[in-house]
């Protein structure tokens, strides 16, 4: 059966619907993004010669003869120029001067020893630190760019005095061995425990020339081969 009537319309039972027209969709637009700029808020020009822009240490290591060392910290908002190395903002650079146990020969070195501790660490260490003004800084930069030799006496104990002296009022007298420095520093309030934060070897330089024709150049492979003496 299919349900009709008579004498009137046909009732088929059955229901019908109208088709509905769907609204035409619009696809969603993608906005062009703009990456972050990751330029320094600051520039060197920025600060004042009194404003504190760094931290320097002086730092030691007793095996053996021993090492003595300089490692500068940037807590400013833009690079700083130490010496002829680049330092970028909250990264740090460690200046020593060797000779016989670095394949590059005798000389000033950038980042040497931040490689190699953390690389092999330290031992018997100790470090005293000092914040620096801008017009400090400059002044040590200028001396760091003086230096590109090694020898019995201006050793590395003599270069790092050196350079801490010029910015720190608690003087440290450089005599011959670096177990020399180290007991001035304790004397002074210093610290034994010395971290240097993680570098990679294209970091690690050799500073040739002095004064304005001081430059760097990227170390060999072998200089960075043995822990620290």
């Not at 680049?86 to 040497?112: A, E, I, Q, W």
Request: aromatic share 12%; charged share 25%.
């Amino acid at each position: 059966m299919t349900g009709t009537t008579t004498g009137g319309d046909e009732t088929t039972g059955e229901t019908t619907t109208e088709p509905t027209t769907d609204e035409p969709t619009t696809e969603p637009t993608t906005e062009p993004t703009t990456e972050p700029t990751t330029e320094p808020s600051k520039t060197f020009d920025d600060y004042n010669d009194s404003d504190k822009i760094a931290v320097m240490y002086i730092c030691t290591q007793q095996v053996g003869l021993g090492h003595a060392w300089i490692y500068i910290e940037d807590t400013a908002e833009c690079d700083l120029k130490v010496g002829c190395y680049d330092l970028k903002p909250d990264c740090g650079v460690s200046m020593g001067t060797f000779l016989l146990s670095r394949s590059d020969g005798g000389g000033l070195y950038y980042n040497v020893e931040a490689y190699c501790a953390n690389k092999w660490g330290l031992k018997n260490k100790s470090w005293l630190k000092t914040e620096l003004t801008k017009k400090q800084l400059i002044k040590v930069s200028d001396r760091i760019k003086q230096w590109n030799y090694w020898d019995l006496y201006f050793n590395c104990t003599f270069f790092a005095a050196e350079i801490w002296n010029c910015a720190s009022k608690k003087k440290i007298i450089p005599l011959m061995f670096p177990f020399f420095i180290k007991w001035q520093i304790l004397a002074k309030g210093g610290n034994k425990d010395v971290e240097m934060k993680p570098v990679e070897k294209t970091d690690c330089f050799k500073q040739r020339g002095s004064g304005k024709n001081a430059h760097i150049v990227q170390v060999k492979e072998g200089t960075l081969d043995s822990k620290l003496f």
